[in-house]
């Protein structure tokens, strides 16, 4: 699978009603491919974890390709310094707390990563800290 058959499914599986959707949960539909949760939960745990296109699509940018990305990334290839940028990078709640539930979480450097997010200043960092906790 590569990233642009990966953002081709998401194109053809999005709706105006979900992007609508997302703003009543504060998450910008601007970005949004308008694909429900439940939809790229079953997509994701079909394929195999894929650190490669993980990348790829976190470098997309939008909502639900980063979701992918999340979902679909190796937890054992996570490093410190992938994952402070991933925080650093994140835009909305959902994005932070799927990341933290289902993939730092899971990941060897995760514990060391506590308190450097929890004292930072920038809320989305901050909140994969508590979130982790």
């Known amino acids: 699978m590569t990233a642009e058959e990966a953002l081709d499914w998401l194109a053809s599986q999005g709706s105006e009603a979900e992007r609508a959707a997302l703003a009543r949960y504060g998450i910008p539909g601007d970005r949004a491919f308008g694909v429900p949760m439940g939809r790229l939960l079953a997509w994701a745990k079909r394929r195999p974890k894929d650190?490669?296109?993980a990348a790829a699509l976190w470098a997309d940018g939008r909502h639900e390709?980063?979701?992918?990305?999340?979902?679909?990334?190796?937890p054992a290839a996570l490093t410190p310094d992938r994952m402070d940028a991933m925080v650093a990078g994140m835009s909305d709640w959902a994005i932070c707390d799927t990341a933290a539930f289902h993939l730092f979480d899971r990941a060897p450097h995760?514990?060391?990563?506590?308190?450097?997010?929890?004292?930072?200043g920038r809320l989305y960092v901050r909140r994969s800290g508590l979130a982790l906790i």
């Open 65 to 74: 390709a980063r979701m992918l990305a999340i979902l679909t990334d190796d």
């Open 51 to 53: 650190a490669g296109l």
């Open 110 to 120: 995760a514990w060391g990563r506590i308190g450097p997010w929890c004292g930072d």
